[in-house]
């Protein structure tokens, strides 16, 4: 295993087959992991291995085929507490990924909860999966969305976020990491700052997971979400951590098989969590490549990762801010590795189509945070997001890029 911290090639890069394509007749220069990570093969094999070997129906069988898959299936699950450090393996609920998990609680925990007046508490950097879900619940009811503001770096105002705290206040619902900035959030202090009233924390873990350990027990949080497919695993599969009991209180937020405990025609009784909220056959091969995302991920080390993509981030950065007339969006002192930016009289898709013929694949557009693009005044960016994976000649071939659109286009 190369450990060694190597900004010229790439941590681990052998193990991700997809980084060897070649692009329009380039060398595939990966720069959209925000988006979705690249799988590596202990993640392809483990998937492979369980639809060849094992693949049965989990809880109901009673053959050894359908054993086996359960054993995987609990295992996984086991596997991300640990990973976690949750308390209970019941507090691990597997959904399709962070926006089914902010939907679940918004339906399941404030929706029977909130009356007319409450208020949820969200950032100006959240993604749509973590203001829609409260937006629909909230014009139900009459709840209200109260919004933080940050600054022109792209970090929470904690002051302001005090003085929106008040006995109203049902749930705080903010990202660990930004998506479009890179901005690391204080959520412990949040957090800590919300125990003060009775309100509920939910954290969006969508961007943390794949770059820094979390310790759910250490930050107290009462709801954390993850995306196996930002995690290195794979699409279809995600968590809903909560604790046990709120999830033991909370109505089911789908109905179905596997989640009852007696069903008459007078009425249905429901198991406890996680069983509650995995109505219907849950995706089992996909529970089973995030737990070996999560292992491939301990294995490398989220040390290495960080000093990796710590340097990556500081050269990538020098390199951006050199380049005339690109303004860098996102600038916080704490950030993982995502750089956002526009370039003067050049529109970001176009940025991001002349970067895709030189093999560099950016996103561009609102990123799914239209609120945040508002806040910095700009109709789109383009955003290259990194992982461990990546390595300096992807940052070079990125600059070649921008600076061939900027040919092209100013
Ligand atoms: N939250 C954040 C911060 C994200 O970056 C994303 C996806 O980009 C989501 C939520 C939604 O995740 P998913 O599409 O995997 O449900």
Redesign the pocket.
Known sequence: MQTATDINRGLQRDDFPLLGRVVHGKPLAYLDS???TQKPNAVIEAIDAFYRETNANVHRGLHRLAQEATDLYEGARADVREHLNANDTREIVFV???????NLVAQSYLRPRATSGDEVIVTEM?????IVPWQIVGDMIGVRLRVVPIDNDGQIDLEAFERLLNPRTRLVAV??????LGTINPVKTIIKMTRQTGAAVLV????AVPHMPVDLQDLDCDFY?L????TFGP?GI?VLFGKAELLNAMPPYQGGGDMIQSVTWEGTTFKDAPARFEAGTPHIAGAVGLAAALGYLRSVGYEHIAKQEQSLLAYATARLQALPGLRLIGTADHKAAVLSFVLDGVHPHDVATVLDAHGVATRAGH???QPLMRRFGVPATTRASLAFYNSQSDLDALITGIESAREMFQ
């Open positions: 925000a988006a979705t399709r990924g962070t926006t089914e998990a902010i959240e993604h749509h999966a973590n990202t660990h990491v930004s998506n479009v969006d873990g969508a961007q979400t995306s196996g497919h930002k699409t995600g990123h799914c945070a």
